[in-house]
Each structure stands twice: as structure tokens, then as C-alpha cells.
């Protein structure tokens, strides 16, 4: 079935190390986006690629960075990770051809930082 | 600013009663989606209306349109234990960028 896979599910970093988290899909959709998910509200888009265009969005900390090597995948890089970073981080992607923007979302990552 | 807050923020009903849940947002709309997600799993996409439409059905759910009001309404009918989740909607303005409200918790109770 064609999904939308986030590794790890559970992530555990230190204050200041830096993380990777990483999502790919098989969906071949051009767009992917990376939201960030504090306990009990709305998702919050930090930032999405159209193909290679990367959109970041205004209010995005500098702390949070992205790359996408190619359609499949797309990384979140936290440089320095503080105990505000702890948070669910759900990967999504869409198609510019199909319905209006529905998204497709990754299990997640719950990231814990000590 | 959060475009969608909905309402209740929580929801708790019996196994075969109607949950209904409401969204209201702030400006103009290409559409408007309903997602549910599982306690600490990620959205799955429910239903979409789009501007132009009043109302929409997918098995147990209707959803309504209001663009006068800038609101929308999501019932599930005959409501059951797996249906308990958190729903958000979501609006589409255009360029990729679709914003979530809070999200309604609904419990249901077999």
C-alpha cells in the first residue's frame, strides 16, 4: 500500500544534540511538509517542499531545518533541540493534481528531549 | 493566528448516540477538511467540502458549510467506541498551506 513512513516513532535526544528525524512515502506526491504537534494542539506547519522549493514558514525557528534529497524523502534537522522542541512531529505530503489539497500524514515521531 | 478553533474542546457520549462538533474560522476558503487522529498516531483525511458546497456526506458523516458564517459542522451519527479520537478541521486557502484548528476530543463509551 502506498504510505507515508516516519522513522524513528519514538526519538529521545539531549538538550543541544542534534536530531534527525526522517519521513519518506510512496505516494510519489511533490509535496511534503513537516508540522509540529504539542500535546492537545492543532498541528503547526513548519515548513514544506514543492519538488525541490523549499517554503519555510515565517514564525519557523531557525533551530529547525530540512532537506529533501529526492521525491521519496524529506529530513527535520533540530540543531540544538531545547526542552520546547518535545513535541510530535507528523510528516504529510499532497499532490498539486489531486483534491484540493487532502494531505497524507506519517504515523509521527514523538521526540523527548531531556 | 489559529484560523480554525472548534468546539466543544471535548466530547463525551454513549455508543450509538450523534456527535457533532463545530469549527469556525476567520478568513475566505478554497475548502475545508475534517481529519481524525488516533491517540498519538498521525491525521487521517475524513471528509472534504469545498467553498461552493453547502453540504457533504461519506457514510456516517455529514458535514455542512456555512461561508456566510465562516463555520462548519461535523456529525457522526450512530457514534461508536472506534470512533473515539481527536477531530480537527482544517482549512485551505491556497499555496500548499492548510491550517488545523485545536481539535475536538470525542470519547465514545461502549
Known amino acids: 500500500d502506498a504510505m507515508v513512513i516516519q522513522n524513528p516513532r519514538y526519538q529521545v535526544t539531549q538538550f543541544g544534540k542534534p536530531v534527525t528525524l526522517s519521513c519518506s512515502q510512496t505516494l510519489n506526491h511533490n509535496v511534503m511538509y513537516w508540522y509540529q504537534q504539542k500535546s492537545s494542539q492543532a498541528p503547526k506547519l513548519l515548513f514544506h517542499y514543492y519538488d525541490k522549493d523549499f517554503n519555510n514558514e515565517a514564525d519557523t525557528p531557525d533551530n529547525f531545518q530540512s532537506r529533501r534529497p529526492n521525491t521519496s524523502f524529506c529530513f527535520l534537522d533540530i540543531r540544538s533541540p531545547g526542552l520546547g522542541d518535545a513535541a510530535m512531529y507528523l510528516c504529510?505530503?499532497?499532490?498539486?493534481?489531486?483534491?484540493?489539497?487532502?494531505?497524507?500524514f506519517g504515523p509521527g515521531t514523538r521526540l523527548t528531549v531531556l | 493566528s489559529q484560523q480554525g478553533e472548534e468546539d466543544p474542546q471535548a466530547l463525551s457520549i454513549q455508543e450509538g448516540e450523534n456527535a457533532t462538533m463545530n469549527c469556525s474560522y476567520k478568513t475566505s476558503i478554497n475548502n475545508l477538511q475534517w481529519y481524525r487522529q488516533n491517540s498519538g498516531r498521525g491525521l487521517v483525511h475524513l471528509i472534504l467540502i469545498r467553498s461552493n458546497e453547502r453540504e457533504k456526506h461519506s457514510g456516517r458523516l455529514r458535514v455542512t458549510l456555512d461561508t456566510s458564517k465562516k463555520s462548519s459542522s461535523l456529525l457522526i451519527t450512530a457514534s461508536r467506541a472506534a470512533d473515539t479520537a481527536s477531530y480537527f478541521c482544517a482549512t485551505y486557502t491556497g499555496g500548499f498551506k492548510t491550517i488545523f484548528g485545536a481539535g475536538t476530543r470525542l470519547f465514545v463509551k461502549a
Open positions: 504529510a505530503t499532497s499532490s498539486p493534481a489531486g483534491k484540493w489539497n487532502e494531505q497524507f
